[in-house]
């Protein structure tokens, strides 16, 4: 039958939509017959498909628990494992400095510091080691006499201390809740948070952005396994540590927090088991929508293991308070803050006690009269606050607020400071990202190659690959599943559907749908040579468009990016598969990645296992070699050149074009003019990508199959040095291995496009192809 059909030179089956209008099918499969534009029919169905993941996530969740109630200790170390994932998923990973507290003064006040006196407390400004180069700032509000408790009380990030203590206008004297805590006798912190304004969000000798300041350290950090929220959230922690080391200080502590302070507070109690009690004001809600609200809040994973409720019983048995408040309308490019109906919140409080035994947390949800929002730091929350601290919560607030003693009080100077230290430390994480690589992958992997005695004596020799392709298993693994994300659902049966679109002198052209999972397609144009033999088995290439492209771009109307280098393939008789991926629709396609975030998943999950449909299809063609199958990308398809054939072995090889790069500085450096930092590819950083890989370690992953790099000199993607660089590591240990002839780098006079000069005699070379007449 397979002979027959073959010698046929693949002679059409006819199968009738309409009487008119036949569809010409490749044998074998069913008639195509959508209509419109299939990559916004492929986005729609994607966005199906993983808003019914974060649906589904709330049911899934438990299987990542293991709750023993039989007592305290036995309870926090069977939630220790889910703390612990998400103190790594929130950047709570660094070593924090010797707790200190200092307190300083400015030219124009006196006592150390002192900014304000009451007859009950004192007010200092002060700051706190954190990290290397990270501090705290803000405001301590000291009790005259001994303190009852010790409370680090958070602002939302548009507050400055001195508004929510009253040295300053801004916030109502009801809302000032560090206040009315230092009153009763508790020791307050208030930090400095960094805000939503975006002044110092960028650099002026290369651009300033638009992001607020809160998204612009996300972004970078990001990358680097950080997050701004994880920096606050040790600033907090580091305050503890200063209240906890006092000697001979038994006090309890609790932490407060309104808005985005009320996430930072929450996320605080989650962290650390030494914090007693949590107030959260204007935060707590279900996080099924989290993909919607600022860009700042994305964590990955967050919700395939947490929702509020889930994290409320990482607190359990300590105390909480939840207070119900209006939440600052915030309006930011990318995602919206606004007052979520009380409904919502009581439903995801409710949550908890379906996840915990009776009676083994103090909480309380709080509202203001029928269910309207209260406070923030409202009477009765802050009294169910101190209640749980063991305080009593008696003295009202003082009509008077605190007088500041300062003449000027530069906040925006604070602020810059702030945000620079932030921005200074994950820069320092890029610069030394490489070391930390090499210990996670490459050292580990192949210990004899960080041996300078090895290097000296064996310079000339090489080693047996096999080890290191053993050893590297685990990592193709850990880059699928913990950086990139990968989609737990099994694929579904092909049912392909195509329609011919293309009759050339050479070669025919049919445009195939493939099944990946509900909703979700694979899609792309067959280029078929007419000239194939019965039994004739030929090398596939697969030739991967890039941003805001289809695939017709690679075949047809000599695109300047593309020059129809998938067509030119198909003259010179290899079979070609020109495949759609999603990044087309602009932010569609990153709002598609941001929700994807939010079950461990990127927009890369999606192109992973739409290639792992295609190549599966393509092995059962009778014309097709599926031991020949080569990969050739360019820009974002080459970025995908670089994830998707080193992850999918039934790629023999891979060509990255107009994208290799030293990935890490690409997506965080803030010194760089070619860093997606001042662009708008905010979906481009993927969580801890920094610390375990960048272009040469994912190149690694395709040891021992062929990889080649294709390199315009005036291609602004990237500098020549830095691609030079990088590919030099993956040559050098290609070479170490004695697969030296397997990888090369060809560099040519031009820009961002397709060159397909070394590439194709590389494809050629590689896929055992002779070469064809053009």
């Known amino acids: 039958m397979t002979r027959v059909w073959l010698a046929c030179s693949l002679a059409f089956s006819i199968s009738v939509l309409a009487p008119a209008e036949p569809i010409q099918t490749l044998p074998g499969t069913q008639p195509l017959s959508w209509d419109g534009d299939l990559s916004e029919r492929m986005m729609d169905g994607a966005h199906r498909f993983v808003e019914r993941k974060i649906d589904d996530s709330i049911e899934s969740r438990p299987k990542y628990w293991k709750r023993d109630f039989s007592s305290r200790q036995a309870y926090e170390a069977s939630v220790e494992p889910n703390r612990q994932r998400f103190m790594k998923s929130i950047g709570v990973v660094d070593r924090r400095l010797l707790a200190a507290m200092e307190r300083f003064g400015n030219q124009d006040t006196d006592n150390v510091g002192v900014v304000a006196e009451t007859g009950t407390?004192?007010?200092?400004?002060?700051?706190?080691?954190?990290?290397?180069?990270?501090?705290?700032?803000?405001?301590?509000?000291?009790?005259k006499t001994p303190a009852r408790a010790h409370v680090v009380a958070l602002p939302?990030?548009?507050?400055?201390?001195?508004?929510?203590?009253?040295?300053?206008?801004?916030?109502?004297?009801?809302?000032?809740?560090?206040?009315?805590?230092?009153e009763n006798g508790v020791e307050v912190i208030v930090p400095v948070l960094i805000d939503r304004t975006s002044r110092w969000s960028g650099h002026a000798d290369i651009h300033l952005t638009d992001q607020s300041h809160r998204e612009w350290i996300y972004r970078q950090a990001f990358h680097m396994g950080r997050h701004v929220i994880g920096y606050e959230v040790q600033k907090v922690l580091a305050a503890v540590d200063w209240f906890r080391d006092r000697r001979g200080d038994t006090g309890r502590v609790g932490v407060a927090g309104y808005a985005e302070g009320g996430l930072v507070a929450f996320y605080a109690a989650v962290v650390d088991p030494r914090i007693d009690a949590a107030l959260v004001s204007g935060y707590f809600d279900?996080?099924?929508?989290?993909?919607?609200?600022p860009l700042y809040r994305n964590v990955w994973g967050l919700q395939r293991e947490f929702g509020d409720a889930e994290l409320a019983t990482l607190i359990a048995p300590r105390g909480l308070v939840?207070?119900?408040?209006?939440?600052?309308?915030?309006?930011?490019?990318?995602?919206?803050?606004?007052?979520?109906?009380?409904?919502?919140?009581?439903?995801?409080?409710?949550?908890?006690?379906?996840?915990?035994?009776?009676?083994?947390?103090?909480?309380?949800?709080v509202s203001g009269t029928h269910d309207a929002p209260a406070g923030p730091g409202s009477q009765r929350a802050l009294q169910e606050f101190a209640k749980v601290l063991s305080v009593a919560f008696s003295?009202?607030?003082?009509?008077?607020?605190?007088?500041?003693?300062?003449?000027?009080?530069?906040?925006?100077?604070?602020?810059?400071?702030?945000?620079?230290?932030?921005?200074?430390?994950?820069?320092?994480?890029?610069?030394?990202?490489?070391?930390?690589?090499?210990?996670?992958?490459?050292?580990?992997?192949?210990?004899?190659?960080?041996?300078?005695?090895?290097?000296?004596?064996?310079?000339?020799?090489?080693?047996?690959?096999?080890?290191?392709?053993?050893?590297?298993?685990?990592?193709?693994?850990?880059?699928?599943?913990?950086?990139?994300?990968?989609?737990?659902?099994?694929?579904?049966?092909?049912?392909p559907r195509t329609r011919q679109i293309y009759d050339r002198p050479t070669w025919v052209g049919y445009e195939v749908v493939l099944d990946v999972w509900p909703d979700v397609f694979a899609w792309g144009v067959l280029l078929v040579p007419k000239d194939l033999k019965p039994g004739e088995r030929r090398p596939v290439v697969v030739c991967q468009h890039g941003r805001a492209s289809v695939p017709k771009d690679t075949i047809e109307g000599d695109d300047a990016y593309y020059h129809d280098f998938a067509a030119r393939l198909a003259d010179r008789g290899f079979i070609v598969f020109a495949p759609h991926n999603l990044y087309r629709g602009e932010d569609r396609y990153r709002s598609l990645s941001r929700k994807a975030n939010g079950v461990k998943a990127s927009l890369f999950s999606f192109i992973i296992g739409q290639h792992d449909q295609i190549l599966r299809w393509l092995e059962t063609l009778p014309f097709v070699d599926g031991k020949r199958i080569g990969f050739y990308g360019l820009s974002y398809g080459g970025e995908t050149a670089v994830r998707v054939p080193t992850l999918l072995e039934r790629y023999s090889l891979s060509i990255c074009s107009g994208d290799f790069n030293n990935w890490t500085e690409k997506v965080a450096a803030t010194d760089q003019h070619f860093s997606f930092m001042y662009t708008i590819e905010w979906e481009m950083p993927y969580f801890n990508m920094g610390n375990t890989f960048d272009y040469a370690e994912m190149a690694?992953?395709?040891?021992?199959?062929?990889?080649?790099?294709?390199?315009?000199?005036?291609?602004?993607?990237?500098q020549d040095q830095w691609v030079a660089y990088e590919y030099a590591k993956v040559r050098w240990l290609y070479t170490q291995l004695g697969l030296g002839d397997a990888t090369v780098i060809e560099y040519f006079n031009g820009g961002h496009t397709i060159n397909g000069e070394g590439t194709f005699e590389f494809l050629q070379k590689h896929l055992n192809w002779p070469e064809r007449s053009r």
């Open 121 to 143: 407390y004192r007010i200092y400004q002060v700051r706190w080691p954190v990290l290397e180069g990270v501090t705290g700032e803000g405001l301590l509000l000291e009790p």
């Open 156 to 182: 939302d990030a548009d507050q400055t201390p001195e508004q929510i203590v009253g040295l300053a206008p801004g916030v109502p004297p009801d809302a000032q809740f560090p206040r009315r805590l230092a």
């Open 286 to 293: 279900s996080r099924q929508r989290v993909w919607s609200e």
């Open 322 to 365: 939840v207070e119900y408040s209006t939440v600052p309308d915030v309006a930011d490019p990318r995602g919206r803050l606004n007052t979520p109906r009380f409904e919502s919140v009581k439903s995801e409080f409710g949550r908890i006690d379906r996840l915990m035994q009776s009676g083994f947390q103090p909480r309380q949800l």
């Open 395 to 495: 003295v009202p607030i003082s009509p008077r607020p605190p007088a500041d003693r300062r003449r000027t009080v530069d906040v925006a100077s604070r602020q810059k400071h702030q945000v620079m230290e932030l921005e200074g430390h994950v820069q320092r994480l890029i610069r030394d990202s490489e070391r930390v690589r090499d210990q996670f992958f490459l050292y580990k992997v192949a210990p004899e190659l960080a041996d300078d005695t090895w290097t000296r004596e064996l310079r000339h020799k090489t080693i047996a690959p096999d080890k290191f392709i053993e050893g590297s298993k685990s990592y193709r693994q850990y880059l699928w599943e913990e950086v990139l994300g990968k989609f737990d659902e099994p694929l579904m049966p092909f049912n």
């Open 700 to 718: 690694y992953l395709m040891i021992p199959r062929p990889f080649m790099v294709e390199r315009g000199h005036h291609d602004r993607v990237a």
